[in-house]
């Protein structure tokens, strides 16, 4: 089992749709939760930043953590085809947040 | 503020031979990754430098890889001798904040 499952889609969305993204985990050391975005041919770009539990906003991105059930999701209110890219969730287990394992990534297309 | 910069893009080499990757990280920042990350898959890591000591490589595949990050700066990844597996996107990240890993656009190599 790895420790980090994310379903890779693809996922294919309306614009302006709500986007709902996950990711479950098995290691309960994880404190750090993290979420990229990756264009095609690009580097992965982080979104959202959350250590422990609870909700963060910003902007039209949410992030949530529910360490109780190990499970992390993306919200996306008000997609955009520019949101169309692969986003990965990673986790970090480290004191300093680094050393990430990385889920899978789930291609998400936003249609026009 | 300039990002994490990465040298070349793109080689082609052929198995057996040795390739090597440079990485400039974001000024100022005293942890760096490399990473590699096979097509349809997360990254993974590989190696973590603070300054220039190495803090985990217990993922580098020591028999073919080898890593220096020479005066705590530049750092650079060598794969000698390549293999077909090894064809993959490897990813430079730094960071000076927990959580907060900032990516490089990547080296894409293809081993024929």
């Known amino acids: 089992q790895k420790e980090v499952e994310q379903d890779p889609g693809p996922l294919s969305v309306p614009e302006g749709a709500i986007v709902s993204l996950n990711c479950t985990y098995s290691?309960?050391?994880?404190?750090?939760f993290m979420w990229y975005r990756q264009y095609s041919r690009k580097g992965p770009e982080l979104l959202m930043y959350?250590?422990?539990?609870g909700n963060k906003e910003d902007g039209r991105f949410t992030a949530q953590v529910d360490k109780s059930s190990k499970y992390i999701s993306l919200f996306i209110r008000d997609s955009q085809p520019s949101d169309s890219a692969t986003y990965l969730c990673?986790?970090?287990?480290?004191?300093?947040?680094?050393?990430?394992?990385f889920g899978q990534g789930t291609e998400l297309s936003v249609k026009p | 503020e300039a990002g994490v910069a990465q040298s070349p893009r793109y080689k082609i080499i052929e198995k057996r031979q040795s390739v090597a990757f440079w990485c400039n990280p974001i000024s100022g920042h005293a942890t760096l990754y490399w990473y590699q990350q096979i097509l349809g898959q997360g990254p993974k890591l590989l190696i973590q430098?603070?300054?220039?000591?190495?803090?985990?490589d217990s993922q580098l595949p020591k028999d073919r890889f080898s890593a220096e990050r020479l005066k705590g700066v530049d750092s650079t990844l060598k794969i000698q001798p390549a293999k077909l597996e090894d064809s993959a996107v490897y990813l430079c990240?730094?960071?000076?904040?927990?959580?907060?890993?900032?990516f490089g656009p990547g080296t894409r190599l293809t081993v024929t």
């Open positions: 430098f603070q300054n220039n000591g190495v803090v985990d």
């Open positions: 290691n309960s050391a994880f404190q750090y």
């Open positions: 959350t250590y422990s539990s």
């Open positions: 990673a986790m970090s287990a480290d004191n300093q947040g680094g050393k990430l394992i």
């Open positions: 990240a730094s960071s000076s904040l927990p959580g907060h890993s900032y």
